[in-house]
């Protein structure tokens, strides 16, 4: 039911920045936990970061110090800004909701997903 539209992919040189988005369908003050994951050719999707509806972030340690994830709970939105970036960060990345409901648990959904390459 919560639909994730996702930008900010593309192309970028090692050491270079990107910043990615997530735009929510509805309010994101209800949702419990929004996430960052990746997925590379031939490897299981991983965790990048995830945040709180109150705030607290959590981050993968191949990312810590390099990547920060915020939310915006007017817009609705959730940001990845990833700076340093490495051939290693190289993966199709994917917007993560979850929320639990009385009644009926836990309930995750997924963005679209989009491409970051990084490459010289």
């Known amino acids: 039911q919560v639909q994730l539209v996702e930008s900010g992919g593309g192309l970028v040189q090692p050491g270079g920045s990107l910043r990615l988005s997530c735009a929510a369908s509805?309010?994101?003050?209800?949702?419990?936990?929004m996430g960052w994951y990746r997925q590379a050719p031939g490897k299981e999707r991983e965790l990048v970061a995830t945040i709180t509806s109150g705030g607290s972030a959590n981050y993968a340690e191949s990312v810590t110090g390099r990547f920060t994830i915020t939310r915006d709970n007017a817009k609705n939105t959730v940001d990845l800004q990833m700076n340093s970036l490495k051939p290693e960060d190289t993966a199709v990345y994917y917007c993560?909701?979850?929320?639990?409901?009385?009644?009926?648990?836990?309930?995750?959904?997924w963005g679209q997903g989009t491409q970051v390459t990084v490459s010289s």
């Open positions: 509805e309010n994101i003050f209800s949702i419990n936990v």
């Open positions: 993560n909701a979850r929320r639990f409901r009385l009644g009926i648990g836990r309930e995750d959904y």
